[in-house]
């Protein structure tokens, strides 16, 4: 837990010091997720405490259709993402194993399946009958799924990125903060998902 | 202000210590403030484009909304803002793939004033450009405060609206509370935390850079949302009030994320610094209790602030989106903005108070010279206060409406908070009992803080009880008690933070005086404006209304004209840390005989803070205990690696002869000295008697210089065989390095010798060279610390009495000499006869000068046309001597030169007769 000279800088172990304790990055991660948790729970308590004031929920909608949100696509949906959390666990499984040709796979197939994930979303969007206006119901709904959306193109991008830096070479086992980082808030975004999935769409 | 000097070009490898090369980018801060017009430009358009493409894809009608408008061209230009100036600049390199430095250190440091007005890495440049940011949008802010009590001066309408007031008292608050009282702590901390931890840096310095750049535009953003207009909701911006609002809300909406980005991003770098870059001995029970409210706050700020970004992201929906978070009629609840705001902005209290608890712990017991009573209780008690913290949100909200089985359970836990806060100040108390106090102006400031704060506390329990907060609920109770805890309570904590390591920053003390003044004025002006609003407020003066009742005219009067006075205050406090930076007198590194880290260094501390790790050995607060001590300081291992403090500086062994008094060794010298670690001894070996004395003549000078710049020098004459000499010097006078100083290769009879080799041969030491030219060794010494002697005389320039004359006069004390000789020519100037004498003149003068040099004297002449006093007056004018020596001249002439010499003395020389020759 004490410094080390040369400890000026996130990535200054890249020099490969070989201390073996936890990364700035993936610490400095971690705690942000802690903040990231609490923007989401922000949002769910406006939810929970609207939903705990509806006589009925889903609202009886007065347009021309009903609030009815797709459990099934979406169902196969969540399991793309929670898919996706162990391809990205594979890929950090594969650089702790020397195998850099591993890791850029496994990253490879996280990003388009994190994608995929956002283009069914897209498309559940476009087909769903309400919009945000429509009543508390619509606008919880869409915030809550839209703001999930926002953290997974962050993500998307965070494992393109270091996918960019592992094509050049770097990042080796126990030498790849970055990467933890992305894998980490990954993780963070797909948990976040079952939660919102259970509580949005099932309950 | 040129504090922290990059080690690059130095003779030295001095401050290679954690193997840092200093690179300084060389842009100019024009290139990056182009850039980031370009940038602001650039999101401005695409801040206009990107809506209208998209309403026109999707055929949203109508194509022109102003909210949306507003809220993209605002967010995008801060973007474009942050690119621009460099905020990007690695990580864009980064991501896309490219070659990045891991150690690039080029945007770290500042060498002139300039480099605060760019991105910079250095935690030190960024605390100070925090409070630069907090102290102008103090400025501002207090004058709205200002226009406010103006407003409220006389019942009635005096100078705005009911809705330009809501404007004026919504912008004064929000700019305080999220421009000013926050990111001051954010900057102080900044500077300070990680010396105090022994760390080089903050864990993440482009992040930390990041974060004061997006205060700026946050601020300026809340600024415009005043100007503009329709931001009259208060600093709470309550729906449904906020929802229908003109766009000045949506502009604060917005700016309010960006500020609560930076505090999030700024918060998570403290945290992380804290747990990871703690010097070795550092012990979370060794932790300055600053260091302790730091991370607890910093605790709060990562889970809080995201609640506030969450209500403002849910408002800002409502207003540009139609959603209906808090919309009643559609299944929302407009309450529901209240619990969520507020579950943030009662930890935001303690975002506001945690850290100058951590400085007043800081200042009362350096200034009692006691250890703080009972530390883990009162670092425990932070640690409490946030907890429960997170417990208490609904006491704000006991009128709203909510749920009315909340409103027992959160009067008892804001109660309970009382127990740790009461346990904090009768620590304080019991710390100041019996300690030897000095009432300098950090130490008015705690204590000020202790009986204003007490004040606000009590008023704050009276809040929390549920029947006396109803029956006081929106009076001005709440605005009194509400200043007493974020101004005398904050602020004054944050003037006793300034003043107490202003010294540290700047690198130069305040004037004790004006702080005195200040602290006096807005104390009583303080306590003048706010306590009477107590009683306003308990009789039902309503808060938050341009108006009142006829029968609170007097006391409203009374608290406008008091408030003036904290503007006096604080236009002292201005004027007093402007010219004390530009002038003050120079700081010792330890002004305070603090323990903690911060002031075993420099002030202001070098480049990277410590050239090698420091080791802690003991609690931060041992005041009166003998023999104990918090941490040592090393000296790098290059030199030694021996503890550093101020008065044991390790000594640089200058060998030079003709050469000491070139500019380019003195600048050398001089900038190794400014780092506050090395004394210099000059060693000249001399082989002769007349030698010995020119040598001792230049000593003198090259000390005076040096000493002018508070850096401790001395000289010393050696004999005998030369390498043999500087060894035996280095040895006596226990050096860590030698410096040696010749001239130019091809000219210097010591380079010829090799005598650079062989000296690192001969020592063990490490031996630099400095190169100084034959004009730079007798160009005359234009440099601070010496004093400028005109010497004025005619037929006696060339004989011996005169220059033994001067050789005394410089013997006396360090001084550079002018030889002025105005001679008589007789007409016509530009005769034969006229420049014969001309001639002749120069001759002697020439002769004088390279006598005088000769011994040690520094001295340049010159030939004048034109007699005593005609010659004199135009010299006089050109050289502004300080002294001036004329040699025997009529009493005529005498009361002649006093006339024209421009405040500098005048005396006259009594030369032997048949001096002249």
């Known amino acids: 837990m004490t410094t080390h000279a040369h400890d000026t800088k996130p990535v200054a172990a890249h020099g490969g010091s070989g201390v073996s304790r936890m990364n700035i990055g993936t610490l400095g991660m971690t705690i942000f997720i802690g903040s990231e948790i609490m923007l989401f729970a922000s949002f769910f308590t406006a939810y929970f405490i609207a939903r705990s004031n509806a006589v009925q929920w889903p609202p009886i909608f007065e347009g021309a259709e009903t609030f009815e949100v797709p459990k099934l696509i979406t169902g196969v949906n969540t399991a793309i993402l929670v898919f996706s959390s162990f391809t990205v666990w594979w890929a950090e499984k594969r650089l702790s194993a020397g195998d850099r040709k591993g890791l850029i796979r496994g990253l490879i197939v996280t990003i388009m399946l994190g994608a995929t994930f956002l283009i069914i979303q897209i498309n559940e969007y476009a087909h769903l009958g309400f919009t945000p206006q429509d009543q508390m119901f619509g606008t919880a709904f869409y915030c809550l799924t839209g703001l999930h959306g926002a953290h997974v193109f962050v993500g998307l991008n965070a494992l393109f990125y270091s996918l960019n830096r592992a094509k050049r070479g770097e990042f080796s086992h126990g030498n790849a903060g970055p990467l933890t980082a992305a894998s980490i808030y990954w993780h963070f975004v797909d948990v976040v998902w079952v939660f919102l999935y259970v509580v949005v769409y099932l309950v | 202000m040129a504090t922290h000097q990059p080690t690059t070009g130095q003779p030295i490898p001095h401050g290679a210590g954690g193997g ?135 019942p009635g309408s005096q100078i705005t609206s009911g809705e330009g007031y809501n404007t004026l008292f919504s912008g004064h608050a929000a700019l305080m509370i999220f421009l000013v009282i926050i990111p001051s702590f954010a900057g102080l901390a900044n500077y300070i935390l990680p010396i105090m931890i022994g760390a080089k840096d903050m864990a993440f310095p482009k992040l930390n850079a990041l974060s004061v750049w997006m205060l700026p535009p946050a601020g300026l953003m809340i600024l415009s949302g005043i100007i503009l207009g329709g931001y009259s909701s208060g600093w709470t911006a309550y729906t449904p009030l906020a929802t229908q609002a003109g766009t000045g809300t949506t502009l604060f909406e917005v700016g309010v994320q960006f500020a609560g980005a930076s505090s999030i991003m700024t918060a998570v770098n403290f945290l992380v610094t804290i747990i990871t870059m703690r010097a070795p001995g550092m012990t979370v029970w060794r932790m300055p209790l600053l260091v302790w409210a730091n991370a607890t706050t910093s605790a709060l700020v990562v889970f809080g602030t995201p609640f506030i970004a969450g209500s403002q992201f849910m408002t800002l929906f409502d207003r540009v989106m139609g959603t209906h978070f808090f919309d009643w009629t559609a299944g929302g609840d407009v309450v529901s903005y209240q619990h969520i705001f507020w579950f943030y902005s009662h930890p935001a209290v303690y975002i506001m108070m945690l850290p100058g608890f951590g400085i007043i712990s800081e200042v009362l017991a350096t200034f009692s010279r006691k250890p703080i009573f009972g530390y883990r209780a009162v670092a425990f008690s932070t640690v409490a206060i946030a907890v429960l913290g997170f417990g208490v949100w609904a006491h704000h909200m006991f009128v709203s409406g909510m749920s009315p089985w909340l409103r027992i359970p959160m009067m008892v836990t804001t109660v309970i908070i009382a127990i740790p806060t009461g346990v904090k100040v009768f620590s304080w108390v019991a710390t100041l009992w019996r300690g030897k106090l000095h009432l300098n102006t950090p130490m008015l400031w705690a204590l000020g803080f202790l009986f204003t704060f007490v004040i606000g506390g009590l008023s704050g329990v009276f809040l929390g009880t549920l029947p006396a907060d109803i029956f006081s609920s929106d009076t001005y109770y709440i605005v009194a008690h509400i200043h007493y805890v974020l101004f005398g309570g904050s602020v004054f904590t944050v003037f006793a933070g300034v003043y107490y390591w202003f010294p540290k920053m700047t690198g130069r003390m305040f004037n004790e005086k004006l702080g005195k003044w200040h602290f006096w004025l807005t104390f009583f002006g303080f306590n003048a404006t706010f306590m009477p609003m107590h009683w306003l407020g308990l009789q039902g003066m309503p808060r938050r209304v341009s108006d009142y009742d006829p029968r609170f005219a007097n006391l409203n009067l009374i608290i406008s004209l008091a408030s003036i006075l904290m503007v006096a205050g604080t236009a002292v406090f201005f004027y007093n840390a402007i ?82 008094t070139g500019k380019s060794l003195l600048d050398a010298t001089r900038e190794l000295g400014t780092h506050g670690h090395w004394r210099f001894t000059f060693v000249s070996p001399a082989e002769s008697d007349a030698e010995k004395v020119a040598l001792t003549r230049r000593h003198a000078l090259a000390t005076a210089v040096l000493g002018a710049a508070d850096i401790p020098a001395s000289g010393k004459i050696v004999t005998g065989e030369l390498v043999q000499a500087i060894a035996r010097a280095a040895q006596d006078e226990h050096a860590h390095e030698i410096m040696i100083a010749t001239y130019p290769l091809g000219e210097s009879q010591w380079l010829r010798q090799d005598l650079v080799d062989r000296v690192r041969k001969a020592t063990g030491l490490p031996v630099s060279h400095v190169t100084v030219s034959h004009k730079e060794a007798r160009a005359t010494l234009d440099e601070p610390g010496l004093g400028h002697v005109m010497v004025v005389a005619q037929d006696a320039v060339g004989g011996e009495t005169l220059l033994d004359e001067i050789r005394r006069r410089a013997d006396r004390s360090p001084a550079r000499f002018t030889l002025v000789l105005p001679a008589e020519v007789p007409s016509p100037a530009w005769g034969d006869d006229a420049n014969v004498l001309r001639g002749n003149a120069v001759e002697r003068v020439h002769h004088a000068v390279e006598e005088l040099q000769r011994s040690g004297v520094a001295v340049q002449g010159e030939v004048v046309d034109g007699g005593i006093v005609a010659g004199t007056r135009e010299t006089v004018g050109v050289y502004r001597p300080d002294e001036i020596l004329v040699v025997a001249s009529s009493s005529q002439d005498l009361t002649a030169l006093r006339g024209l010499a421009r405040g500098a003395s005048v005396d006259q020389v009594v030369l032997d007769a048949g001096a002249a020759g």
């Open chain 2, 20 to 154: 840092h090369e200093h690179h300084a980018d060389h842009r100019s801060i024009k290139h990056w403030w182009i850039r980031a017009s370009w940038g602001i430009a650039i999101g401005v358009v695409f801040g206009l484009i990107l809506p209208f493409f998209l309403r026109w894809v999707f055929g949203l009608d109508p194509l022109w909304n102003e909210q949306v408008y507003v809220t993209t061209t605002s967010i995008f230009s801060v973007i474009g803002f942050l690119i621009g100036i460099g905020c990007f600049d690695w990580w864009g390199r980064w991501m896309f793939g490219k070659h990045v430095d891991y150690e690039d250190h080029s945007f770290h440091g500042a060498s002139s004033w300039r480099d605060y007005f760019r991105v910079n890495t250095d935690h030190k440049v960024i605390g100070v450009q925090y409070l630069v940011i907090v102290f102008s949008f103090m400025i501002i802010s207090g004058l709205l405060a200002e226009l406010v009590r103006t407003e409220l001066a006389q």
């Open chain 2, 579 to 660: 010219t004390s930076w530009r002038s003050g007198p120079k700081a010792p590194w330890n002004p305070w005989r603090g323990r903690t880290l911060e002031w075993l260094v420099s002030s202001p501390p070098t480049i990277f803070n410590f050239d090698a790790t420091p080791q802690v050995v003991g609690g931060p607060y041992q005041y009166g205990i003998a023999g104990a001590r918090h941490a040592i300081v090393f000296a790098p291992e290059e030199v030694g690696g021996g503890e550093l403090n101020e008065t044991s500086h390790p000594t640089i062994l200058v060998v030079a002869k003709d050469t000491i």
